[in-house]
């Protein structure tokens, strides 16, 4: 079993930046593709953002496209969401998820394990 666990949520205003980090302490994140995912109260989750095992290929959902960036470090076994210009309709608890193997997927039920959750709560 495969041990997720996000931080680096928090509370603030539109316009703001947050980076989550994901870490899988003890286990090895380069046989993984990683996406975050997030998930609103009475929504679906929905993709965020993808990274490759490489780290070498990339993927956001329209609506976070030029804001947010994905990034991983292998040799800490963690994988980063960089948020910048935080909007309202931002606010989600975001998971971050791992799959097995070299190509990551948008599909929440593609992934092997997942984190519990950090929540970002952006105000207007």
């Known amino acids: 079993q495969v041990q997720l666990v996000e931080s680096g949520g928090g509370l603030l205003q539109a316009g703001g930046s947050l980076r989550l980090s994901c870490a899988a302490p003890?286990?090895?994140?380069?046989?993984?593709?990683m996406g975050w995912f997030r998930q609103a109260p009475g929504k679906e989750r929905e993709f965020v953002a993808t990274?490759?095992?490489?780290?070498?290929?990339?993927n956001y959902t329209d609506s976070v496209k030029g804001r947010f960036a994905i990034s991983r470090d292998n040799a800490k076994n963690t994988v980063y969401l960089q948020m910048n210009d935080l909007k309202p309709e931002d606010t989600a608890v975001y998971l971050c998820?791992?799959?097995?193997?070299?190509?990551?997927?948008?599909?929440?039920?593609?992934?092997?394990?997942w984190g519990r959750g950090t929540q970002v709560t952006v105000s207007s």
């Open positions: 998820a791992a799959r097995r193997g070299r190509q990551p997927s948008t599909v929440p039920s593609m992934y092997d394990h």
């Open positions: 990274i490759s095992w490489s780290g070498d290929k990339t």
């Open positions: 003890g286990r090895t994140f380069s046989l993984f593709s």
